[in-house]
């Protein structure tokens, strides 16, 4: 019988990772239910609460492996990101002008292949005239 190639599962190494992750989750919602549920408070002290929620529990994830792999993981796709060229207006807003008359004519035809049906329904094989 074949064996099947089983891809790498990664799993938390210890004990002590699965407590820190867990405890910097626990952190992190801390702080997006106190953003919620204390609305009554100015937008500054939840927007407070809220920041130190996920960079307290963010500081607690750095101690453990799997948190170093996803801050890693992180700083990686920032990284990719800033390599990005991105278009300039005149690409921009030529590919803007080739997807509106692409809309445009895709409604046309939506149009005239409804009105054709409903043609084709109502006045042929029902022959109901409006």
Same mark, same amino acid.
């Given at each position: 019988?074949?064996?099947?190639?089983?891809?790498?599962?990664?799993?938390?190494?210890?004990?002590t990772d699965?407590?820190?992750?867990?405890?910097?989750?626990?952190?992190?919602?801390?702080?997006?239910? =106190?953003?919620? #549920?204390?609305?009554?408070? $100015?937008? %500054?002290?939840? !927007?407070?609460?809220?920041?130190? &929620?996920?960079?307290? *529990?963010?500081?607690?994830?750095?101690?453990?492996?799997?948190?170093?792999?996803?801050?890693?993981?992180?700083?990686?796709?920032?990284?990719?990101?800033?390599?990005?060229?991105?278009?300039?207006?005149?690409?921009?807003?030529?590919?803007? =002008?080739?997807? #509106?008359?692409?809309?445009? $004519?895709? %409604?046309?035809? !939506?149009?005239?292949?409804?009105? &054709?049906?409903?043609? *084709?329904?109502?006045?042929?094989?029902?022959?109901?005239?409006?």
């Amino acid at each position: 019988m074949a064996t099947m190639n089983k891809p790498e599962v990664q799993t938390l190494g210890s004990r002590t990772d699965t407590l820190l992750v867990s405890l910097a989750v626990l952190i992190a919602l801390a702080g997006v239910i =106190g953003f919620t #549920f204390w609305s009554g408070l $100015a937008l %500054a002290a939840r !927007l407070g609460m809220l920041a130190g &929620g996920v960079l307290v *529990g963010a500081g607690v994830a750095w101690f453990s492996e799997p948190g170093k792999r996803f801050i890693a993981f992180t700083r990686e796709a920032w990284d990719e990101t800033r390599r990005v060229v991105w278009p300039d207006r005149k690409e921009t807003l030529k590919a803007t =002008g080739v997807v #509106f008359v692409f809309v445009s $004519a895709m %409604a046309l035809l !939506l149009f005239l292949i409804d009105k &054709g049906i409903e043609f *084709g329904l109502y006045d042929v094989i029902l022959g109901w005239k409006r």
